[in-house]
């Protein structure tokens, strides 16, 4: 976590980057601000892929570019961490679709996905399933949009518990409940996609 004095001067530097779009200065500040926070969850989700197709760094990267141009309003530290969750999420889903759409390489990606609370439980999904738990999430999100935003900044940004609590502005114990909720949804759309 950040201390409040690191806080400060992101959050300005977010709002100013947002008013003033294209001034490089800001953007060479901005990002390298945020550049070890955004690689850390590129890697996360990254980590123990066996045919990786792109690599932490080239993540962030694109990540990056896809926030640029985007008019969501960002206030603060945790509002950028969820527009980069977001963002790379449907980077993720993009590729995975790409490569699905290109059968005849025969090769599949795999993302390592973790929404258990200590980090302790991960997936790996193949491009399909990592399909199957976007369309999840999005229905997830029609009825329980707060539980859908926790699962997504757990599996996608790798935020711990309490950072999750904070970013969603909830009580530890919420954001527990968020998650086990959302881990229990999800398990049932996902064994019984009827």
């Known amino acids: 976590m950040t201390s409040s004095d690191e806080t400060q001067p992101l959050t300005e530097w977010l709002r100013d980057w947002q008013l ?10 901005l990002l390298e601000a945020v550049y070890t926070e955004l ?4 890697a996360q989700r990254l980590a123990r892929e066996s045919r990786a197709t792109i690599t932490p760094t080239e993540l962030v990267h694109e990540t990056w570019l896809r926030l640029k141009p985007s008019g969501a309003h960002i206030a603060d530290r945790n509002s ?6 977001v963002a ?3 980077l993720l889903i993009d590729q995975a679709r790409e490569r699905l759409s290109q059968k005849r390489y025969g090769v599949m990606q795999t993302i390592t996905v973790s929404l258990a ?9 193949d491009d399909t399933q990592l399909l199957d738990l976007d369309r999840a999430l999005d229905a997830l999100a029609s009825g329980h949009p707060r539980v859908a935003e926790a699962v997504v900044l757990r599996a996608f940004a790798g935020l711990d518990l309490h950072e999750l609590a904070d ?6 114990a919420t954001a527990k409940r968020d998650l086990a909720f ?3 949804w999800l398990a049932a759309t ?4 009827a």
């Open 20 to 29: 003033q779009s294209g001034e490089m200065r800001l953007d060479a500040r």
């Open 39 to 42: 690689r850390r969850m590129a």
């Open 80 to 85: 950028f961490l969820r527009l980069a969750s």
């Open 88 to 90: 790379m999420r449907h």
């Open 117 to 125: 609370g200590n980090g302790a439980q991960q997936h790996a999904l």
């Open 167 to 172: 970013t969603l502005r909830v009580s530890l």
């Open 182 to 184: 959302g881990r229990a």
């Open 190 to 193: 996902l064994r019984d996609p």
